[in-house]
Every structure is written in structure tokens, then in C-alpha cells.
């Protein structure tokens, strides 16, 4: 059973940074793509940054590019996401996805979802 469990979540104030984590268990973590998006009351679930399985190459958002950047750790079965100079307008839930099968590129509508973390930014 494929888990993705996301912490790090916080409130914090325009200009501040935050990592987010995601522990994925019950996949092959090594060898599958890995992605982060978020959503809002307001808007539909939107991509944020995707990152291969070897963590050679990865893809942002044009609204956060520059500004965040996605990482993994394979040998502890977690992505990264850290998150700098954030604006309010990135306040929302992440959500850590995968695909169903190794080395699949990492769709706008993935499998497999985590329960998602709330940041919050206030100006």
C-alpha cells in the first residue's frame, strides 16, 4: 500500500522560508518520479515542481521558479521541498504525488497523493 505522508506545514510571514518533507513508503522509491502541488478553496490543484528518480532533473512552476526547489533523499525514501521568499498568494495545501509505476513521468493528475500540509504566509 503506496503512502506519502507530508509534514512541515506552518504559518509564516511574506519573505520566509519552510521545508517541506514527504516520507513515501510501500514503492520503490528510487526508482519513481516524484511531484508537488497544491491547492486552494479557490483554485483547482496545481502543479508546483516534479522531480525524476535519479533527482537529475526537475521542473518548477513559472510562479515559483527561482524561488523553490525540490529535492529527494533516496536512501530515506523522502522528497524535499524547500520553499524561499514565499508571498502570500503561496499560502495553500502541498500535496506530495507519485505515479503507479517506476520512472513515469509524474502527470498532472498522479496516482497516488499524500493527505497534503497547510502553509499559510501573511503579509
Known amino acids: 500500500q503506496v503512502q506519502l505522508v507530508e509534514s512541515g506545514g506552518k504559518s509564516v510571514r511574506a519573505g520566509d522560508s519552510l521545508r517541506l518533507s514527504c516520507a513515501a513508503s510501500?514503492?520503490?522509491?528510487?526508482?519513481?518520479?516524484m511531484g508537488w502541488f497544491r491547492q486552494t478553496p479557490a483554485k483547482e490543484r496545481e502543479f508546483v515542481a516534479t522531480?525524476?528518480?535519479?533527482?537529475?532533473?526537475?521542473d518548477y512552476a513559472d510562479s515559483v521558479q527561482g524561488r523553490f526547489f525540490i529535492s529527494r533523499d533516496n536512501a530515506n525514501n523522502t522528497v524535499f521541498l524547500q520553499m524561499n521568499n514565499l508571498q502570500p498568494e503561496d499560502t495553500a495545501v502541498y500535496y506530495c504525488?507519485?505515479?503507479?509505476?517506476?520512472?513515469?513521468?509524474?502527470?498532472?493528475?498522479?496516482?497516488?497523493w499524500g493527505q497534503g500540509t497547510q502553509v499559510a504566509v501573511s503579509s
Open positions: 504525488a507519485t505515479e503507479d509505476e517506476p520512472f513515469k513521468r509524474v502527470s498532472r493528475r498522479p496516482r497516488y
Open positions: 522531480i525524476d528518480w535519479s533527482g537529475r532533473t526537475k
Open positions: 510501500g514503492l520503490s522509491f528510487p526508482i519513481m518520479n
